[in-house]
């Protein structure tokens, strides 16, 4: 596609609830980046893959976070049991490899609120 | 552990003026360092990305320095627009992969 899509846009979870964030990169695109983006802060590292393969999940705050690519290209974040801690804006970015000194590009992101 | 932070964390200047907002990170060991730009309710929009080997980079009226000894970077924003008016912030990279951000600059344009 032309650029990275994030969906949904908007997401309204219920305190406890499982939610699901998915990201389609840029076609081609190797590396795959999710953040985690609070009010009025930067963009935090959650997790990183390369193709299906998750090489650093060091950022995910806890284990009611899971990220997977199955297939090296589409991605998915779950929350279980989301909490208004979780109550942020989530960002996807591609790049084409690690390394090769490009910038990433990100998408719109999805923000998710917890009530 | 790397840190950056943004000063000032918001700035309002009139329209026409040539500004600059200021980026430090604490390890001077950095692979690349970039700036983007955030537009309420949009993504990030990368601006610059500046090698560590490199000075600066030039794209329109932005010019990005930066200055690894000293732990700065700088955005330089020529002849500000209100179309201009956004959120900055800028990221470094130390590990080929992992962006750590500061906290942005809110910018506003005043017509």
């Known amino acids: 596609g032309a650029g990275v899509s994030q969906s949904p846009r908007y997401k309204v979870a219920k305190r406890g609830q499982d939610v699901a964030l998915r990201c389609d990169p840029i076609?081609?695109?190797?590396?795959l980046f999710w953040y985690q983006q609070a009010l009025g802060q930067g963009p935090e590292f959650l997790t990183y893959?390369?193709?299906?393969?998750?090489?650093?999940k060091s950022g995910l705050p806890s284990d009611r976070f899971f990220a997977e690519r199955p297939e090296g290209s589409v991605s998915t974040l779950k929350i279980q049991r989301t909490q208004q801690e979780d109550s942020a804006v989530y960002l996807c970015?591609?790049?084409?490899?690690?390394?090769?000194?490009?910038?990433?590009?990100f998408g719109q992101g999805t923000r998710l609120t917890v009530v | 552990k790397q840190e950056v932070t943004q000063i000032p964390a918001a700035l309002s200047v009139p329209e026409g003026e040539n500004l600059v907002l200021n980026c430090s990170f604490t390890?001077?060991?950095?692979?690349?360092l970039q700036w983007f730009r955030q537009d309420p309710g949009k993504g990030l929009t990368s601006l610059l990305l500046?090698?560590?080997s490199q000075r600066e980079q030039t794209s329109g009226r932005l010019n990005a320095s930066l200055d690894k000894s000293s732990g700065r970077s700088t955005l330089y924003i020529a002849a500000s627009q209100p179309g201009d008016s956004a959120t900055y912030l800028c990221?470094?990279?130390?590990?080929?992969?992992?962006?750590?951000w500061g906290a942005g600059t809110k910018l506003i344009i005043k017509p």
């Open positions: 990221a470094s990279s130390d590990s080929n992969y992992q962006l750590i």
């Open positions: 076609s081609g695109h190797v590396s």
């Open positions: 893959f390369q193709n299906e393969a998750q090489l650093d």
């Open positions: 970015a591609s790049n084409t490899m690690i390394g090769d000194g490009t910038e990433a590009f």
């Open positions: 390890d001077s060991a950095i692979y690349n």
């Open positions: 500046i090698q560590s």
